[in-house]
């Protein structure tokens, strides 16, 4: 993980979609970041889509 960190540092996003798909933007960011929630790991669904599908429901903080 250290090696992927120093690798993708000047990627634009790719460290955070390299956290997200292993599970761990939670942890890691949760020790940088100052009021950082695992909500804030998570898009909003677009309102056409929720209004579209009534099976659909929006992500937590949102």
Do not use: C
């Not at 669904?45 to 992500?59: D, H």
Request: cysteine-free.
């Amino acid at each position: 993980m250290h090696e992927r960190q120093v690798e993708l540092f000047t990627e634009w996003g790719h460290r955070w979609y390299d956290l997200k798909r292993t599970g761990r933007a939670g942890a890691v960011l949760g020790a940088e970041k100052t009021g950082w929630t695992a909500d804030a790991a998570l898009y909003p669904v677009p309102m056409a889509q929720l209004q579209s599908n009534i099976n659909l429901k929006q992500n937590p903080g949102y």
